[in-house]
């Protein structure tokens, strides 16, 4: 029997079921106001006025390829406006990839909806700090990234010391991080004797995220980054997780009129959006924050984060 922790699309459903607790009569009167699919980001804004970001699974559409066949595989064009969210996000885990982008995106603007009324639900969260670029590293410690992070990739090779990366698409890894590739064979292992485990938020989107959290061995420090993550944290910190990075929508309408355009992360982190870094309640007085907590630079060119 698969561990409930580790069943795949668990954290999904359990931030859900703690979503209509916290909105209550809400959940179901809450509705879609607009939906932008774009090329690397899908957003939606909330009849609340809340909005939330996903990563667009462009790849895993292969039907997407002519008319009739992408047409299965656009959930409800021009029909989403005015939809309820708790109908759009019911059997998310198991929902085809770009109606699970449009899904997860809810899931973030609900979540947002939360934090309005209950902040405590984030507790200690720090605004407009890239954990990736923040977060101290272990001078000894073995690292695994999981997924093409440019910000920690960079700060491993200059750190100089052994890490791993499991990345799928090699396309996505330069020159130099080709050589930290992990072999698929040696996968589990490798994330079994990580000191830090570093892991895309992408992983929602094809429900490997709880298995590879339950691969971690205990005592791990683990960060689970990037948009499609920017939810309320407390499913990722009962799997283990350390630290949540996700974003938080700051103007739901110019959000989505950039990804709309093709916009990225470089196009909307400090416009419309701010980076966003929870910490697990009793291990955040270990770290030295002050020193390490640094605001989003509007002109760096490392924060596309997916």
Not at 168 to 196: Q, V, W
């Amino acid at each position: 029997m698969v561990d409930t922790l580790a069943r795949p699309g668990s954290i999904l459903e359990e931030t859900l079921a703690q979503i209509q607790n916290t909105l209550g009569s809400e959940f179901e009167t809450i509705t879609i106001t607009r939906v932008v699919i774009g090329i690397f980001f899908t957003g939606v804004k909330l009849s609340d006025g809340s909005g939330g970001i996903c990563f667009t699974p462009i790849k895993d559409i292969p039907e997407a390829v002519c008319c009739p066949s992408s047409a299965r595989a656009m959930p409800y064009p021009r029909r989403f406006a005015g939809r309820s969210t708790a109908d759009f996000t019911r059997h998310l885990p198991h929902a085809p990839p770009l109606k699970k982008a449009i899904g997860i995106a809810i899931v973030n603007a609900l979540s947002e909806s939360c934090r309005k009324r209950r902040p405590d639900l984030c507790a200690g969260m720090v605004t407009g700090a890239d954990a990736l670029e923040s977060i101290p590293l272990p001078d000894e410690g073995y690292i695994v990234v999981v997924g093409a992070l440019v910000p920690i990739l960079k700060r491993l090779k200059n750190r100089g010391k052994s890490f791993g990366i499991l990345e799928l698409d090699l396309r996505t890894l330069k020159s130099d991080e080709l050589p930290f590739t992990i072999p698929g064979e040696r996968a589990d292992a490798e994330i079994h004797r990580a000191d830090m485990l570093v892991v895309t938020g992408t992983t929602l989107l094809n429900n490997t995220l709880e298995s590879l959290l339950a691969l971690a061995r205990p005592g791990a420090t683990i960060i689970v980054v990037g948009p499609t993550a920017s939810m309320l944290p407390s499913a990722f910190f009962r799997r283990g997780v350390t630290v949540l990075g996700g974003d938080v929508v700051t103007n739901a309408d110019a959000l989505l009129d950039t990804i709309a355009e093709g916009g990225s992360g470089y196009h909307f982190f400090g416009k419309s959006a701010e980076k966003t870094t929870v910490f697990k309640p009793g291990t955040k007085g270990g770290w030295p924050l002050e020193e390490t907590i640094r605001p989003y630079e509007e002109n760096s060119h490392e924060m596309q984060i997916l």
